[in-house]
């Protein structure tokens, strides 16, 4: 039989069908084509280009993780993003940040205009209490939710009918009228106010939830404040003004309201929350601060300063007649914390100075005056009720703070805080009348961010961390909307100290009586004695704990790597280093209240830096 060659040695396809060698050229062609497709290739993959699920149009859209908002850059400080899906139980869900809080988009606040000319007044007197009650006049809106914008001469003069103003002969109180209007007709559609009218009401008083809106439709005044108070578009503005230079009686006329026809207003009815003093209602309801200007005019307004100051106070005081309540759970091991918002609380109940210290605001005959015989209630309850009469003023602390009390020591460790079966203490306390004992933490995390952030509760509460320095006098007057004269707390070292009778002082006086050797706590059967010691022993706790939960700052090298694991602290390692991994602990242990107490400090962070644009800009 013949023999076959081996398999090896069989030609190949490319042995028995040889192709001829490309030429040079054409290698370089192929050369150059196959490098344009890889850097093709390259380009797309460099790119990014959506899966299947982002082209889905009925699936959820995936979006990129959103920027810091906050201005800041320090390590450390809170950190916002402003998104509508903000009622989320934790932040990093839309964040991709644990660190980074998902705040409501900031509630638009509708401009609210005045007019001053201080060439007006010559007296530096009278330019300074001028001054004081357009200080007054600001706060009070901007604590209602308003942009307060003080106009002047330069504004009228850049309104295009300002030369025809100027041509025309009129009496010099039209005159000063017609500035006011030709400075708002600059401006655009808004809300023109005298400034000695002011918001003296709830929050959510219907006239001033609508003007809130920023709509409006056609020029309006409010029965029984003449042209104090008036709110149009800019259209209607334009016509007002250009009706009253047209008019046959503008030499003799002394104001712009007789100027204008019936047709030119639409009348709503009297408002309730708001005040407009003016000659007539000084003359009537106040003779002493009436009797006053006409002798003194400086005098008269510092008087009349005092006066409104006083009302508004006492339309706080009407208002949330239930009283003020202090949250304080976890006590008495924590009870230091709260001893700023109690400070506040008993500042807040101390009747303002007056010269008629009986009086009413106008828009209020029938209130109920301040006395210091029987002051507004003070209460200490352990959970947060959600009630219109009763302001709460709630202290949340770090997950590392509130162990290090609880546990009496500085040298926290990581194993008793895994061995702790009770999760998220602070916010299971502060949330169990409202929802109950049988919630998780994260469960209660939502109806808390709506008591902290929403606009229905956003009024009657407030929020503190106690980590931070206590807000300052100006930032609570501003949040108030009144001078809060018995307040002088800068941080929560200047409210401790080793005597009980400094301490006692911003105890509210009540839980007090008999109990001059102890701070005694009393609420719904609750007692409790703290001594000095154990005041100076907290006092130690909360201040160590302050400088670790907000260290100046860390390096990674130091910081090192934790595990998880429940050990103690390593040999070798530094105390701050070793401090840093256990609030790491403390931070995962109880994700909710950690949550809470980021959610609380951005909010009070955002809310600071929006007046400061304000103020800047």
């Not at 003020?324 to 006590?331: E, N």
């Not at 306390?429 to 902290?452: A, H």
């Not at 005694?520 to 007692?527: C, P, T």
């Amino acid at each position: 039989m013949p023999r076959y060659p081996s398999r090896a040695y069989r030609p190949g396809h490319y042995s028995a069908y040889p192709r001829e060698r490309p030429s040079p050229r054409r290698l370089w062609r192929y050369t150059a084509a196959a490098g344009c497709l890889i850097l093709i290739l390259l380009f797309i993959r460099s790119s990014p280009v959506p899966n299947a699920h982002d082209i889905n149009p009925f699936g959820q859209t995936v979006h990129r993780p959103p920027t810091t908002t906050s201005n800041n850059t320090h390590a450390g400080e809170p950190r916002w993003y402003n998104h509508w899906k903000w009622l989320q139980p934790f932040s990093d869900a839309i964040t991709d940040d644990e660190n980074r809080s998902v705040l409501p988009p900031p509630r638009e606040r509708p401009p609210i205009y005045t007019f001053y000319d201080p060439d007006a007044g010559k007296d530096q007197e009278v330019r300074a209490a001028q001054d004081e009650l357009l200080l007054i006049w600001k706060r009070a809106w901007w604590a209602h939710g308003f942009k307060p914008v003080v106009l002047g001469k330069a504004e009228a003069m850049k309104n295009p009918l300002y030369e025809r103003f100027q041509v025309r002969k009129m009496e010099n109180t039209l005159g000063a009228d017609m500035m006011r209007w030709l400075a708002w007709g600059y401006m655009g559609q808004g809300i023109l106010s005298n400034w000695l009218v002011l918001p003296m009401g709830p929050y959510h008083d219907h006239l001033l939830s609508f003007l809130r809106r920023g709509e409006y439709p056609r020029l309006t005044r409010y029965e029984g404040l003449g042209f104090g108070l008036l709110s149009s578009d800019k259209a209607s503005i334009e016509a007002a003004l250009k009706e009253a230079l047209d008019s046959p009686n503008l030499a003799t006329s002394t104001s712009l309201r007789g100027l204008l026809s019936s047709e030119t207003f639409a009348v709503d009815p009297k408002p309730s929350a708001i005040a407009f003093y003016d000659s007539t209602t000084l003359a009537n309801q106040y003779k002493a601060v009436s009797t006053s200007l006409a002798d003194s005019k400086a005098t008269g307004l510092f008087l009349l300063a005092d006066l409104i100051l006083s009302h508004l106070h006492l339309t706080f005081l009407n208002t949330y007649s239930s009283g003020i309540a202090i949250l304080t759970p976890d006590r008495p091991h924590s009870f230091l914390l709260y001893y700023p918002a109690i400070a506040l609380a008993n500042a807040l109940t101390t009747c303002s100075s007056s010269t008629i210290p009986t009086s009413c605001p106008p828009n209020n005959p029938s209130c109920t005056p301040c006395s210091s015989s029987k002051p507004l209630p003070i209460s200490t309850p352990q959970s947060y009720q959600n009630t219109s009469t009763l302001f709460t003023i709630g202290t949340i602390p770090h997950p590392y703070t509130l162990a290090s009390l609880l546990s009496k020591t500085t040298l926290l460790s990581i194993s008793p805080i895994r061995r702790n079966p009770a999760r998220d203490p602070w916010l299971v306390s502060t949330t169990s009348k409202p929802l109950g004992p049988t919630l998780g933490g994260p469960d209660r995390l939502i109806p808390f961010k709506e008591s902290v952030a929403s606009e229905s509760a956003a009024s009657k509460s407030l929020w503190l961390v106690a980590e931070e320095s206590a807000w300052s006098k100006e930032e609570l007057e501003w949040f108030f909307g009144f001078a809060l004269p018995a307040y002088n707390v800068s941080s929560l070292e200047d409210t401790v100290d080793s005597k009980t009778s400094m301490i006692a002082e911003m105890l509210p006086k009540p839980a007090l009586s008999g109990h001059p050797s102890s701070i005694l706590v009393e609420d719904d059967g609750f007692k409790s004695s703290l001594s000095d010691r154990e005041i100076e022993h907290q006092r130690t706790i909360f201040t160590h704990s302050k400088s670790v939960v907000n260290p100046d700052s860390i390096s990674e090298s130091r910081l090192g790597k934790w595990t998880g694991t429940g050990r103690r602290r390593r040999k070798g390692d530094d105390d701050e280093a070793s401090e840093q991994r256990v609030k790491m602990a403390a931070e995962a242990w109880h994700l909710a209240d950690m949550e809470a107490w980021r959610f609380t400090r951005a909010w009070n962070a955002r809310g600071r830096d929006e007046r400061r644009e304000w103020e800047g800009g």
